[in-house]
């Protein structure tokens, strides 16, 4: 507590000013915290003096609200280049020669009082290795931890979680008495699914309920939880050889949800053979033709992936003509069609930009047939089988 103390006087990050008048002051806090490593073991204590946000009303001001912001800096010097990641006083670093960390390392310890821990193996709940065929990130220790909150340590296991999420809904009786607990649950799943999207339909279907939820939403979520318990050392694998072309994949189902009949978009975007990013959405309106589901579908994947190209352009990758694969040929003619006829009109009018982008050759739509489509997993409930397979063409494995 002293040191954080006098870590405010050394930064000089505080002025003492009068109280304005009829203002409230809001008071601090100190909030202590075991900082562990990824095995569990406790490798520093914290200390740290907060304000008492939470006591803030409207209309009086209190302390300046921060931003955070995660943000990438890029230094190139030859052939060789460094990235430096910030997100709040954490900071990752790498580079293509030894000795440009070290120079970074040695600056930064001159200039900010920092403590280097080495290679890194465990960064915001994330549990990375690193070896020479390529890098493992997973969340183990996460799970094992949301195991033993939840009290899902013993009993049984489940392979897969299709057989409850096709029949949720919005029943009338046998509402939940805790519902604080489920939210709870949701949250932590939905932070695990960054290193699990195996599970990010399933836990997105959970996450309509919040508001009130009821016995059988709970039951789905624990089967969740049942399912990680059979596989907690499952993660992520990136490896090093392969290609490195951007991919975008495209799904959906048709009036999926029982509850309005929307239907829910599933994209991936994977570099070669490692996945990079994925997300699972509900549409916001109802569809009327499995055509209409799957062109909303790619205008989202379409967007995520002109946002990557961007991107990698920061490490000077240049992309161009990004395939896109689509399972519905319907969806791809309406891409190529230079005429809005009077049957796709009531398409909304911003998922249109797409065919702008397919002319401009930034991406082009090409047919996937169904079996080979890997967004299958992040826009119904699936088999164990098909559900099996997709996650390994994902690159979701443990790593032994």
Known sequence: MQEELNQFERNDVWELVPCPPSQTII??????????????????????????????????????RGKVDTTLFVFEKGQDCSLVQIYVDDIIFGATNDSLCKKFSKLMQGEFEMSMMGELNFFLGLQ??????GIY????????????????????TVSTLWQLMSKLTKMRKFSFDLPSLYRNIVG??????????????????????????????????????????GCPEVGLWYPKEGGFKLI??????????????????????????????????????????????KYIAVGSCCAQVLWMRQQLRDYEVEEKEIPIMCDNTSAIAITQNPVLHSRTKHIDVRYHFI????????ITLEYISTDKQLADIFTKP???????ELKNELGLIELS
């Open 248 to 293: 975008g994949y495209s799904d959906s189902d048709y009036a999926g949800c029982r509850v309005d009949r929307k239907s829910t978009s599933g994209t991936c975007q994977m570099l070669g053979n490692r996945l990079v990013s994925w997300f699972s959405k509900k549409q916001n309106s109802i569809a009327t033709s499995t055509a209409e589901v």
């Open 355 to 362: 065919r702008d982008h397919v002319e401009k050759k930034d």
């Open 137 to 156: 990130i997973s969340q183990s220790k996460y799970t094992k931890e949301l195991l033993k909150k939840f009290g899902i340590e013993e009993g049984r």
């Open 27 to 64: 008071g601090t806090k100190w909030v202590f915290r075991n900082k562990l490593d990824d095995q569990g073991n406790i490798v520093r204590n914290k200390a740290r003096l907060v304000a008492q946000g939470y006591c803030q009303e409207e209309g009086k001001n209190g302390f300046i």
């Open 382 to 388: 699936l088999c164990e089988s098909r559900f099996e």
């Open 128 to 133: 990375i290795k690193q070896c020479q065929e």
């Open 188 to 229: 932590a799943l939905q932070y695990l699914s960054m290193t699990r999207p195996s599970i990010t339909f399933a836990v997105g279907v959970c996450a309509r309920f919040q508001s009130a939820p009821k016995e059988s939403h709970m039951t789905a979520a624990k089967r969740i939880i049942r399912y990680l318990k």
